[in-house]
């Protein structure tokens, strides 16, 4: 067993009984050929390892297979969780194992720091074949995407609360969540399609059955895009509900604010009336009126004017424009 730190901690390389694995974190033009030349990997492939959205695929060769896969990440920001996925490229052989990515899959580093800091670890992930490594960082990346969606679930009934508080506004909660669960949907997708491909040549590196290990994968990403489909369901109708809560709520305030406006009508006409240099009962050039006081024509017009707003009111509720309760 040895353990290597090449190239400044971006490229490193376990070896156990013969099978070696090279992690290649943020990879560089130079890092990246050096492992290419070492492999005779093809130039395009190693173009792809370079690239941080190239599409997932499974190249096959004669001696190694070439994968790419994307995997989601999660980084905190503003109070939220916001999904975002990256790129494992993946070149296995006979004895060999090169994964290249960004260094934010923390499953992944983790799994590598523990094979090389570990020699019980080391040797229960590498002690079989690469097919069989392959399988427990594809499982270990699967499970942390459990996890998220885990998140996602809880977060889908922190909204349900919420929707219906007419207190809290959801609107951009919801946005965010629904912007998650697409891009899981889209990273989730393709990863399985992969897998599927890759659990029929990946046994020409093992001599023992890998097939129910991928399968077991298999069922777990089948469960992720069960939950997914249905967290999508979910969070459509939550969104439907809040506009429609929210449209009732804004109907309400335009209701009450178009009464108010329609019972402010007679005393707008009537201080209208009044304002014009016409002559009017009780006003100035036909002589005030006084059996009230001196306030007389105002009490009468103030008067006239609730009167008609409650009759209007008495109208309306007739009608069933306003409701009784």
């Given at each position: ?28 033009r130079?890092n ?7 492999y ?13 959205t ?31 996925f ?50 427990s ?31 809290i506004?959801?609107?951009k ?7 998650e ?12 399609r ?26 777990h990403?089948?469960?992720v895009l ?11 109708i ?5 506009f429609?809560?929210?449209t ?10 178009t ?15 009044y304002?014009m ?49």
């Open positions: 067993m040895m353990a290597d730190n090449l190239v400044q901690g971006k490229l490193e390389t376990i070896t156990n009984n013969g099978l070696t694995w090279t992690d290649i974190q943020k990879p560089t130079d990246i050929q050096m492992i290419g030349q070492k005779s990997f093809h130039e395009l492939n190693l173009e792809d390892c370079l690239s941080k190239s599409i997932p695929k499974m190249d096959r060769y004669k001696d190694h297979i070439f994968i790419i896969l994307h995997f989601p990440t999660v980084e905190k920001k503003e109070k939220s969780t916001a999904a975002r990256s790129q494992l490229s993946i070149f296995a052989g006979i004895n060999f194992v090169v994964t290249v990515h960004q260094g934010n899959l923390k499953p992944l580093q983790e799994m590598f720091y523990l094979c090389k800091q570990s020699e019980k670890q080391r040797e229960m992930q590498m002690g079989k074949s690469s097919g069989y490594l392959l399988h960082i594809i499982d270990v990346l699967v499970d942390d995407l459990l996890h998220i969606l885990m998140k996602v679930v809880g977060n889908l009934d922190d909204i349900e609360d919420a929707v219906f508080d007419d207190k506004t959801v609107v909660e919801i946005s965010f969540l629904r912007r669960i697409t891009i899981l949907r889209r990273v989730v997708a393709p990863l399985k992969t897998v599927l491909e890759m659990t029929r040549d990946i046994q020409k590196f093992s001599d023992e059955d890998l097939t129910q290990y991928f399968d077991d994968v298999k069922d990403i089948d469960k069960e939950v997914l489909e249905a967290s999508k369901e979910t969070i459509d939550y969104k439907d509900t809040d429609m809560l929210n009732e709520r804004t109907n309400k305030i335009l209701t009450v604010l009464i108010l406006f329609t019972l402010s009508i007679p005393v707008t006409v009537l201080g209208s009336f304002g240099n016409v002559n009017l009962p009780g006003g100035n050039e036909t002589g005030n009126w006084n059996f009230f006081g001196a306030y007389t024509t105002m009490i009468v017009v103030v008067i006239i004017s609730i009167a008609m707003a409650l009759l209007m009111l008495w109208y309306f509720r007739r009608l069933g424009w306003i409701g009784v309760g």
